[in-house]
């Protein structure tokens, strides 16, 4: 196993490399900052299998140069195992956020190091393994969407990432998660005339259009911790999750509030998303928030079918030369009855 070892103090990190040989793995390199680390990988003909990063450096700190490092395809999912004299939760949680694998504290325990490793080393390869699987699972369904018409309501399982997956398989995960309550900002996107693109793409080009809105939402929530699921009729169901209610606050999606415009290279025009439910904090469970999500998703529904309802009654007055009112719209109508209902 080829270790990288990063640490600010070169007499600690020598004590590391002793700890580390006689835990069995001899085939270490280590670096004493940031740049020097980013430059070792580069210019590796072979990627490293482990590294370790001392959180608190001078200059580009662990944690920053742990992001650094997930930003780069090979180091995806390769373990990164954080170095701390001093336990700090919060810190240690930034890291975690970061993308770091596991942590381990000074000073160091050679049988403790060596157990971690092997642990984040299996962990490596069972999510190496499941990218696999996942990936043949994704080649297979789009040759089966081939040859097959899925229908334009139907929900997909889009290949668009961690943070997106199937309905069912997000409402499992909120029913799942541990008793408490969570803040929680739950909303839906509508992609504009998705009907008409569903129309002009076939099914494999149709599903990577959708995986490129997808990727394109969670760049924009992020770096809040989301979920994304396609439930199908071009609309996105969102939850965006923070245990703390102050915490969340601060990564508030605003940038979906008045709509957002796409662009998307399996589409040649400007792709229009709207938020099909303001999206504001609430504290909920985890079956709160399955809830919520549905609720999200049924109200998006209701509007796509309002917007076909207008463009059949205004296609009708049109042919009949009737001039076309601007308001009120039906969409207009339906929202204040909604907005009444709630009030009782």
Not at 93 to 109: I, M
Not at 146 to 167: E, I, Q, T
Not at 218 to 247: M, N, Q, W
């Amino acid at each position: 196993m080829r270790i990288l070892a990063v640490d600010d103090e070169p007499l600690f990190l020598d004590l590391l490399h002793r700890v580390l040989v006689s835990a069995g793995y001899d085939d270490v390199a280590t670096a004493t900052d940031a740049k020097a680390a980013i430059d070792m990988i580069c210019r590796a003909t072979t990627v490293y299998d482990c590294i370790l990063l001392d959180i608190r450096m001078p200059g580009t700190d662990g944690v920053e140069l742990c992001r650094m490092i997930r930003d780069l395809p090979a180091y995806r999912i390769t373990p990164i195992l954080m170095l701390t004299a001093v336990l700090d939760e919060a810190t240690v949680d930034r890291a975690f956020r970061a993308g770091a694998t596991d942590y381990v504290t000074k000073p160091l325990k050679g049988l403790e190091l060596g157990a971690r490793i092997r642990s984040a080393g299996l962990l490596a390869n069972q999510m190496s393994q499941a990218i696999g699987f996942r990936q043949a699972a994704d080649q297979m369904r789009a040759q089966l969407d081939d040859l097959m018409n899925v229908p334009f309501s139907a929900a997909l399982d889009l290949a668009a990432g961690p943070a997106c997956m199937a309905l069912p398989q997000l409402e499992r995960l909120l029913f799942l998660l541990p008793e408490g309550i969570y803040a929680m900002n739950i909303f839906s996107l509508r992609i504009s005339e998705s009907s008409k693109i569903h129309a002009g793409l076939n099914q494999r080009d149709f599903r990577d259009f959708l995986s490129e809105v997808a990727r394109g939402i969670s760049e924009l929530i992020a770096p809040s911790h989301h979920y994304i699921t396609y439930a199908g009729s071009g609309t996105f169901g969102c939850v965006v999750l923070d245990r703390s209610r102050k915490a969340g606050t601060e990564s508030h999606p605003n940038a979906f509030r008045g709509g957002v415009t796409f662009t998307a290279s399996t589409w040649p025009l400007p792709v229009r998303l709207s938020c099909s439910k303001s999206a504001e904090w609430q504290l909920l469970s985890g079956q709160g928030g399955a809830k919520a999500l549905r609720f999200a998703i049924a109200l998006a529904a209701e509007l796509n079918v309002i917007d076909k309802l207008q463009q059949n009654l205004d296609r009708d007055r049109l042919g009949r030369e009737v001039i076309v009112p601007r308001k009120p719209r039906l969409a207009a109508f339906f929202n204040r009855e909604n907005r009444l209902a709630s009030a009782t």
